[in-house]
């Protein structure tokens, strides 16, 4: 039994709904089930906050289904099975599916961390987080499964994939993330170097995680483990080669642990947009989708496509703002749309010196750009962020071919958004790198420039 489905038996007890006697048996039945095979601790969640997890290797297709019905039985929301093989998870399905129906339906595999969810896990109450860091695109399987281990126990994970040392400015760029997390797991291989810069850097614990990636010096990870282990940055723990789960569940402990320590302070969700090297509005969206469960975008796109932005080029402010009103979104993301395009309409008339209800849009009036600026604002109130905090901003530097013709960048309306208060930086970079349109959002988002 879980400790609020405890809670809420002794609310029914005290409401008079559940009989002292009938709540005392419920209880008494907690412990263990003895499937034989196994003894399964139906009781870990009550004692340790978090629920039993199942280590598939080694365990047949059956066993894992039992164990898995076992533990949703006893109250268990959501079960992970690790170490579990594709050929082995469509077994475990169908095993579940003559045993029932509705397990084999709610249960989902992640294959790229190799993990099986039997249930879905509730979103995160808190809001800290963890950071996790993962060296390179081969490390993946690792670091995905100490982020799912995470979330499955309640934390709310932020990903920074690709940031090994050899391209360090790609770990630099995410300065922030770094600086707001409860705890980083650094995850990497071959030297395994991500870990004591990484542990230079956080102001939280670092629990690092040797992969078995590299060549043969390597060594299958014994490298990257003596290497962590002898890190020189303090705050650095190290786990097992290749063992994202001890770290996902040992960094949850922390990010948990350090919220109850915080309770009675104030809680404030803060979303951070690294601008420095590109001020878009895909890094905007991208930046925000960090803060979010992997299948975000998805379900975030599809809210946007339901909303009715019809698919046409709308030219003035009158048009876009009746648009908006009529859109099937929330109250707080129809004022955020009509924010974003009443600074987009006032920078367009200051450019070309007429009136704001007479400007005329061009690309940002059409429908698809209105969408993608939708996708924006959902995507920003899915994560609950009370701030954001950017960095300065890049514009880019050259030529950009328009409906006006060629413009130096930033093109006038952009220049007139980032003359009301967005900072910029001194090194610019080839290309344009902040339009109309992403100025507005930052200009209207941004509560802080760090």
Known sequence: MEPQQG????????????????????????????????KVDTDRARRTGAGEVVYGAGKTADQIAGICLALRDAGQACV??????????????????????????????????????????AKPTRDSYIAVACAGTSDLYCAEEAAVTAEVLG???????DVGVAGIHRL??????????SCVVAVAGMEGALAS???????????AVPTSVGYGASLGGVAALLAMLNSCASGVSVV????????????????RAGSRHGEGEPDVKTLRWNLAENATRNQLLGDTLLQLPPDSRQRLEAAADTAGVPDRH??????????IDGLAVSPAVRDHMRAIYTILAEAEAAAHGCAVEQTHFHEVGDGSRIRNTLLVCLAVEDTGAKRIVATVAQTGQGEVECAHGTLSIPAPATSAIIARGIPVSERTLPGERMTPTSAAMILHFVDEFE
């Open 172 to 181: 630099l760029a995410h300065r922030g993330d770094i600086a707001g997390a």
């Open 197 to 207: 810069v990484v542990g230079g850097m956080a102001a939280c614990p670092v629990i």
């Open 80 to 121: 992970l099975v690790t170490r579990l093989e594709a050929q082995k998870a469509e077994a475990v399905r169908a095993a579940l599916l003559v045993r029932d129906p509705q397990a084999a339906a709610a249960f989902e595999y992640r294959p790229v961390p190799q993990l099986g969810l039997l249930g879905a896990p």
């Open 314 to 323: 709308h030219h003035d402010i009158g048009e876009v703002l009746a648009i």
């Open 240 to 255: 097992n080669i290749d063992n994202g789960f001890g770290a996902g569940y040992q960094a949850h402990m922390i990010e």
């Open 7 to 38: 809670l809420h038996m002794l609310e029914q007890v005290a409401s008079g709904s559940v009989s002292p006697v009938d709540a005392q048996r419920s209880l008494a039945d907690q412990g263990y089930s003895d499937l034989g095979f196994a």
């Open 155 to 161: 934390s709310r994970v932020v990903r920074l994939y």
